[in-house]
């Protein structure tokens, strides 16, 4: 099941906290480095979402939209948006009963790929079909 926003907004709200993620925002503020409003992570958010949405009605699975869904709005997480799109697409695989099986790196490589548009959805959907069981 894809998350809603309420639930990724408290998720990553944890998971900022217990990543000390606040802190490293801060450092960055002064440093004078954009690390973007909540806001425009609010619209990430529901962008990303609608994307694995539409993803799903077209026939797709549910792993591969969220994957490719969060990959290609970097600005829902942006000081972790690796390990948090990561996190979210081992969850719904879950409640899917399946598991992902792949390396921190595997899941950085690919993550990366579909940021920078070298990957679209049909690799994401070969690479999740390879990895998940």
């Known amino acids: 099941m894809i998350p809603s ?3 990724l907004v408290e998720a990553y709200g944890f998971f900022a906290r217990r990543m000390k993620l606040e802190v490293r925002a801060e450092e960055k503020r002064a440093q004078g480095l954009p690390i973007g409003p909540l806001e425009a992570r609010t619209r990430a958010i529901d962008a990303a979402l609608r994307a694995a949405h539409d993803l799903v009605e077209s026939g797709g699975d549910e792993i591969s939209a969220v994957l490719y869904g969060f990959a ?3 600005r ?3 000081l972790a948006v690796y390990a948090f799109t990561t996190l ?6 879950t409640s899917n009963g399946k598991k992902l099986s792949a390396s921190v790196d595997e899941f950085k490589a690919l993550i990366a790929a ?3 548009r070298r990957c679209g959805i049909d690799e994401v959907r070969h690479w999740v079909e390879s ?3």
């Open 72 to 74: 290609s709005h970097p």
């Open 88 to 93: 979210i697409a081992k969850n719904v695989a």
């Open 5 to 7: 926003r309420e639930e």
């Open 76 to 78: 829902c997480f942006p």
């Open 131 to 133: 990895h998940a069981h």
């Open 114 to 116: 579909v940021m920078e």
